[in-house]
């Protein structure tokens, strides 16, 4: 595979990020050879197939027809060269929408009278690491049709998208709770590996919250870990 290892670490952490960064290295090693190349041709056809494919997982947006690649070399490099400038030019365009937003929070939150949730580079390290354990466990169950995975994966990448050591809501981790609580029930004895790191996700969101509330240290999750009534917070 041509395509380096970083940058395919890349696309699952950020599949937005990653479909960049896989662009630019197809066109960035095309602009090395003044001529189409059997090289070239297998740089492209790579690149192509990992951006039609995290299009077809709806892992990113991309409006772009797909190119036609059958035909003499040069005309079938010529198509994925602009297929992969097309949707380039459309990555960059969502990275931006979504950096303005966060700066817009961060904004928001600094105005706000200081008022964030914080976690610690620990906790945002652990978070991306379950977010990244989430992903491979839903690509290899068997047991949910490829709809219900779908909407999960996208759950989880907007929680990725949400993730700074300050934010003003937490509503993404509770929302992607009462996702992946339908699929939990679906998968019965099977769900253990998804409700474990499901309620790891939830205690730090909860401890973070707790904090923002000056809560007591010793204070636990009302809805993690208790039987019968959860207990009151004064």
């Given at each position: 595979m041509s395509i380096p290892r970083d940058i395919l670490k890349t696309v699952g952490d950020n599949p937005v990020e990653g479909a960049i960064a896989i662009c630019r290295f197809a066109l960035d090693h095309s602009k090395e050879l003044s001529d189409w190349t059997e090289e070239i041709h297998g740089v492209l056809l790579e690149a192509t197939a990992a951006i039609m494919s995290l299009q077809e997982h709806d892992l990113i947006a991309n409006n772009n027809s797909h190119p036609d690649v059958e035909g003499h070399m040069g005309y079938v490099c010529n198509n994925m060269t602009r297929f992969l400038q097309d949707s380039l030019a459309d990555f960059v365009g969502q990275s931006s929408a979504k950096k303005l937003e966060a700066l817009k929070k961060s904004f928001g939150i600094s105005l706000a009278n200081g008022f964030a949730y914080e976690f610690t580079d620990g906790d945002l390290n652990r978070i991306q690491e379950i977010i990244n354990e989430l992903r491979d466990l839903l690509k290899k169950d068997s047991a949910l049709d490829d709809g219900h995975k779908r909407r999960l994966l996208k759950r989880l990448e907007e929680l990725q998208k949400e993730l700074n050591?300050?934010?003003?809501?937490l509503?993404?981790?509770?929302?992607?709770?009462?996702?992946?609580?339908?699929?939990?029930?679906?998968l019965g004895k099977n769900a253990k590996p998804f409700t474990d790191r499901i309620g790891e996700l939830l205690d730090f969101a909860w401890k973070a919250q707790a904090r923002a509330e000056q809560l007591p240290s010793s204070a636990e999750?009302?809805?993690?870990g208790h039987d019968g009534e959860p207990p009151r917070l004064e």
């Open positions: 050591k300050k934010v003003s809501s509503s993404h981790f509770y929302i992607l709770m009462g996702d992946f609580g339908v699929a939990i029930g679906k999750n009302p809805m993690l």
